[in-house]
Each structure stands twice: as C-alpha cells, then as structure tokens.
C-alpha cells in the first residue's frame, strides 16, 4: 500500500465521513469517536482489499 494513495484517500474519506456523522448525530464530540471507528474499518478493508489486488 503506498502512502500517497493512503494520504489521498484520507484526505477524501475523513471529511466526508465527519460531515456525515455530525449531520446524523449533532454532536461533534459523538462524530470524532464515529470516524474513528470508520477510520479503523476502512483501513482494514483498505489493506484486505490492497492484497487481493
């Protein structure tokens, strides 16, 4: 996995994932704790997915 794909793509999903979350729960502090998590599951998927390529 290179680190300029991994840059590009963070700086693509995070924003989004944050705005997505603060719309449905309101709270900044609740979609900080949300990307987080998304964090830690699409750099899973990110890494399975980079393999099966």
Do not use: C, N, W
Not at 2 to 31: C, F, H
């Amino acid at each position: 996995m290179s680190i300029k794909k991994t840059i590009i793509y963070r700086l693509v999903v995070d924003p989004i994932a944050l705005l997505i979350t603060y719309v449905l729960t309101g709270e900044l502090s609740g979609s900080i704790i949300a990307v987080l998590l998304i964090e830690a599951f699409s750099t899973a998927f990110y890494y399975v997915l980079d393999r099966l390529m």
